[in-house]
């Protein structure tokens, strides 16, 4: 499976942005679906989670209160909208698939990710 990831833009604090992360490909081997961004210089960080069959998502703590995760009506394309922007959200936003985790915090968990896609927040 491929993803593709869009939807960054360059914003100012405080407003909103919906990310999107299509799959091309077969997806029978997807178990979680990972949201994870990285800010230059610095380490891949975890976002938020979603187990591909559905469920309840997992947010990591400096988003939990501002994001949310949905799908659309195929249920294929999944969103990480993200509210109240700030600064430190600044980064490179991927999607990625785990066969066997949800919600996993460990890069290496994730078998294949997408380009990602550029977000950028001013203050």
């Known amino acids: 499976v491929q993803f593709v990831e869009s939807g960054g833009s360059s914003v100012q604090a405080g407003a909103s942005l919906r990310l999107s992360c299509a799959p091309y490909g077969t997806t029978s081997e997807i178990y979680g679906l990972g949201w994870f961004r990285q800010a230059p210089g610095k380490e891949r960080e975890f976002v938020a989670g979603?187990?591909?069959?559905?469920?309840?998502?997992v947010y990591s703590e400096s988003v939990k209160d501002r994001s949310a995760i949905s799908r659309d009506v195929s249920g294929y394309t999944v969103y990480l909208h993200l509210n109240n922007l700030k600064s430190e959200d600044t980064g490179v936003y991927y999607c990625?698939?785990?066969?066997?985790?949800?919600?996993?915090?460990?890069?290496?968990?994730?078998?294949?990710w997408g380009q990602g896609t550029q977000v950028t927040v001013s203050s």
């Open positions: 979603v187990k591909w069959s559905g469920g309840s998502p």
């Open positions: 990625a698939s785990s066969p066997r985790r949800v919600g996993s915090p460990v890069v290496t968990d994730y078998e294949y």
